[in-house]
């Protein structure tokens, strides 16, 4: 009847015609399997394809209209359909007496009138968790939007009952030999070592968390950051050796055996993992304010306090004579502790507060010009960083050399470039420390060792190599032992050192990017031993390091090749992340280990075989024709190595790209590009897949995505060279490398680390961690935020240190100098500073916290020191009074006088280009081009 009120149709009556829950969503949540993720996400899908994705959200209000007159009952359905799809354990769970804590406190608050917010709650929360569950507390901050208190409290309770479950698990646990893959457990035996291990291990850190796609049948194993014993199958120790057997270990690795442990083993690594001792002894990161002593005191600086029990820690070879101010706690991998910093005398103390308090004035100054048009370009201001310049490079001498970024005024100003000279150059004026030429970003000094800032970030750490390289070949090769200048700053086995392949390892890992890195390790360059080029010649060890599997793997069996292979494209394909696989492989004509009986698909073993077949005579052919003259240059074969090639990309998509090097033919050829086009090129004709321009080492074809890659070369052998073979013992010159956080992810860090650390170069790596890139916090940018553990990774000292207190800076400074002056090798520290303003002078710095901004802003630098000055009564009020009168006036003058300095000619720019001016040509008069003034000044107009 039309006039009967009739109630609107339930507009959710679907929902109601589910017969079992459990038929829709099997998997209930449950601890045992750790499933929250795919739980969640199923269980929002569902109730959003039945129209109550609404019910599992808190209204803002209370709704009286008609169309909620069911809402009572569809959010009891829901309620039901949780309670259905829960296991009763997690039901029936007790929220713990910490949570519990927190909440009374904040109940109390709020009925005092003082609500305590539930972002506050889970600050609280996980301040007080980061000794016990560092990864975690590191995965809540970095989620965006921040989690609430009842998540964060699931996740804690989630992780406590993983940990105590798995431990209690794998502690008896043994890997069988009935493993369905090799990935799991393989009775393996390592060519380089000898030892006959039993590989596998704990249960990947996304599995702990809930987040591992495979659950159960987890076969990616990623150390823990427990010490828990890995046991073989007949639970002997898996390093037991008969008697008088000698250690498979190598001499630079040697892993101490506790009294207090019985019936433990120590794989050295897992197939994709690390060891627990070496995951065990890496400290939680602690960074305390700063303390400055009072006059007279003996005050304790404590850079970043840890404890590390010796025996859980690889014990390698020290250093000799680092000093008594870095514990060595069981090796070379240094933390940083307790030591007490030297009081400045007056005149060092007010010698450091100048020069700080003039980098803070100089750059003053320069925002107000930059906002007066009077500088263009990019503007990088160094405010509040200081403390960093100041503390190192007052501590140089006048031929050391500084090598810096972008952000590179005031590291000038520190090595003694007149701050008229500096402000002469940001104005671009003739009488710039560079002409005019360099700019904000490309400070440059011969006259003072200042050898350039960098628009790009890392470009300066090959020339602070370089510079390393020029000091010890002075001192040692030369002869000149008062040269005591210090210089700081994939793909076969070579390529693994160079630099852009840790820069993608580290990028790859932390975007979980759809890549494998694979390694053809053939044991030898072209005519050095990998193991003499490398400071760790198992290259797979790089990707535990970086957060991403490491997978060694006998790279003479195409079998075992594909199988890894498999697992690791699966995984990418699955969005899981990159792998790194170490290929051993060997380089010569006439041998190969493939097996097609194992390839169950007749066609797919024909396909591989024929494959592998193209690759060997290819090569051969090429042979022949580099003896008939028909090839010219290097020309680099692949025989013997065609099971990697072909175990690898016959698994790949057309889609899929391959990156080369420059044994390339046969990558080309499976990946498709025809021979008829892969000859051609090695021919140099316009037919070839480069038009014969690519030549044998640059194979490059966009049609079949085969990428080419440029080959990174250290210069850092100069300094070494000079010192150790032309025989001057007096260069010991020393080179500091200034660069930031985003650097330390920029490829050439790393290749620089390790050629540095291999050769044992005179260089200060000093990454001056300002904790953000343009808008992009730090910890978003990286796999591990903490630089400095990047040192013990490549076999040198890595220390932290309170890049806001000049004073820890000096002493750390001293150290680490001392030991380049004495041809102990390089050293990486990571200051923890804070820029006070924006990237550059374009950027209005809206994107950081003003809480944030307004704590570095308490720890001003300048503040501290003077503090410390008058205190200690170093200095009065009026000594700190007169040199800020002196600075000001000096930077005045500065602006003056570039005000008013000549602009540069149009003709210079073309100074410096050729090393030759006849390098333009000859006209059709026969005169020189350059001799010609309108085509000088029409080329400079252009």
């Not at 150059?425 to 360099?438: A, D, H, Y």
């Not at 360059?525 to 060694?552: N, Q, Y």
């Not at 650097?743 to 620089?752: I, K, R, S, Y």
Request: proline content about 5%.
């Amino acid at each position: 009847m039309t006039g009967d009120n009739i109630p609107p149709k339930q507009l959710i009556d679907k929902a109601y015609s589910i017969a079992s829950i459990k038929a829709r969503i099997p998997s209930p949540l449950d601890l045992d399997k750790l499933n929250y993720n795919s739980w969640s996400n199923l269980f929002k899908r569902f109730c959003r394809t039945y129209d109550v994705i609404h019910h599992l959200d808190k209204p803002a209000t209370a709704s009286t209209s008609q169309t909620d007159l069911y809402h009572v009952t569809n959010d009891s359905l829901v309620v039901m359909w949780m309670y259905s799809t829960i296991s009763p354990k997690l039901v029936d769970m007790v929220i713990d007496d910490t949570t519990s804590a927190y909440e009374s406190k904040a109940d109390r608050l709020a009925n005092l009138g003082s609500t305590v917010s539930d972002s506050s709650l889970v600050t609280y929360a996980i301040n007080g968790l980061r000794a016990k569950f560092p990864e975690l507390v590191r995965i809540i901050r970095h989620k965006e939007p921040l989690p609430t208190f009842d998540q964060v409290r699931s996740m804690i309770l989630l992780e406590e009952s993983d940990m105590a479950q798995l431990s209690h698990a794998l502690s008896s646990a043994h890997i069988t030999s009935s493993s369905p893959t090799v990935l799991l457990a393989t009775n393996n035996t390592n060519p380089k070592t000898g030892s006959t291990q039993q590989l596998g291990g704990e249960l990947c850190r996304n599995f702990q968390r809930g987040s591992c796609t495979y659950g159960s049948r987890c076969k990616f194993i990623l150390g823990s950051n427990d010490t828990r014993s890995r046991s073989t199958t007949n639970g002997a120790n898996s390093n037991s050796k008969p008697p008088g057997s000698k250690p498979a270990t190598r001499d630079s690795l040697q892993i101490p055996k506790s009294d207090t442990q019985t019936n433990t083993s120590h794989a050295p690594y897992s197939h994709f993992g690390i060891p627990a001792q070496l995951q065990s002894a890496m400290p939680a990161h602690q960074v305390p304010q700063a303390q400055f002593p009072l006059a007279q005191q003996s005050q304790q600086a404590n850079i970043a306090t840890h404890t590390v029990a010796a025996q859980q820690q690889a014990h390698l070879p020290l250093p000799p004579n680092f000093g008594n101010q870095f514990p060595q706690a069981g090796g070379n991998i240094f933390y940083p502790g307790n030591y007490a910093y030297t009081l400045l005398t007056k005149e060092e103390g007010l010698e450091v507060y100048e020069d700080m308090y003039l980098g803070r004035a100089f750059e003053d100054m320069c925002a107000q010009m930059y906002y007066r048009g009077k500088m263009f370009g990019f503007v990088h201001l160094y405010n509040g960083q200081e403390a960093v310049s100041s503390g190192f490079i007052k501590l140089l001498k006048k031929e050391d050399s500084v090598v810096s970024t972008y952000r590179d005024h005031v590291h000038a100003l520190s090595k003694g470039v007149p701050a008229r000279a500096v402000m002469a150059e940001l104005f671009g004026k003739k009488t710039g420390c560079c002409r005019g030429q360099g700019g904000s970003m490309h400070m440059f000094s011969a006259e003072h060792n200042v050898l350039g800032g960098f628009a790009f970030i890392g470009e300066g750490i090959p020339v602070a190599t370089g510079a390393a390289f020029a000091s010890k070949y002075r001192r040692e090769v030369l002869n000149q032992p008062d040269c005591d200048h210090v210089t700081l700053a994939f793909f076969g086995d070579g390529t693994a050192n160079n630099g852009q392949f840790f820069e993608c390892l580290n990028m790859a890992a932390l975007w979980k990017l759809p890549i494998i890195f694979v390694v053809e390790n053939n044991l030898w360059a072209i005519g050095m031993s990998h193991l003499r080029a490398t400071s760790d010649p198992e290259i797979w060890k790089k990707g535990p390091a970086f957060g991403m599997p490491g997978v060694h793997v006998d790279g003479m069996d195409v079998l075992k090749v594909r199988e890894v292979a498999k697992e690791a494209i699966g995984r990418a394909r699955r969005g899981e992340g990159p792998t790194l696989v170490e290929c051993e492989t060997y380089r010569f004509r006439g041998h190969s280990l493939a097996d097609p009986d194992e390839l169950r698909d007749p066609e797919e073993g024909l396909e591989v075989y024929e494959d592998m077949y193209l690759g060997r005579a290819f090569e051969d052919m090429c042979a022949q024709m580099y003896y008939r003259g028909k090839m010219f240059g290097f020309v680099h074969l692949y025989n013997g190595q065609e099971a990697v090639s072909s175990g690898f990309i016959k698994l790949l998509k057309k889609e899929d790209s391959v990156v080369s090097t420059y044994r390339d033919h046969v990558h080309a050829l499976s990946k498709g590009v025809p021979a008829r086009a892969v000859m051609a090129e090695l021919f140099g004709k316009k037919t070839g897949c480069c038009r014969g321009q690519g030549g044998s080492m640059h194979m490059f074809s966009a049609e079949h995505n085969v990428l080419g890659i440029p080959v990174a070369t250290g210069a850092a052998f100069a300094s070494k060279y000079r010192r150790e073979v032309l025989n001057q013992p007096d260069c010991d010159h020393v080179t500091l490398a200034f660069f930031g956080d985003g650097t330390a992810n920029n490829g050439q860090f790393f290749e620089c680390l390790n050629m540095a650390a291999l050769w044992k170069l005179p260089i200060i790596f000093v990454v001056e961690n300002n904790l953000w890139a343009i808008g992009m916090s730090h910890l978003r940018a990286t796999s591990d935020p903490e630089i400095w553990k990047k040192g013990p990774a490549f076999g040198m000292p890595g220390v932290h240190v309170d890049g806001m207190d000049v004073l820890k800076v000096r002493e750390v400074a001293k150290e680490a100098i001392g030991r380049a002056r004495r041809g102990e090798g390089p050293t990486l520290v990571e200051c923890e500073t804070y820029r006070f303003r924006g990237h550059s002078l374009a950027d209005p710095d809206e994107l950081r916290d003003p809480a944030e901004k307004a704590h570095y802003a308490a720890r001003d630098p300048i503040t501290q020191l003077k503090k410390y000055l008058i205190e200690s009564k170093l200095a009065t009020e009026a000594d700190l009074k007169a040199i800020e009168k002196k600075i000001d006036e000096v930077v005045e003058d500065a602006v003056e006088f570039a005000d008013v300095s000549e602009a540069p000619s149009r003709s210079q720019l073309l100074e410096n280009v050729f090393a030759d001016p006849r390098g333009f040509g000859i006209g059709p008069d026969g005169r020189y081009r350059c001799e010609d003034p309108k085509f000088t000044e029409g080329t400079a107009q252009v």
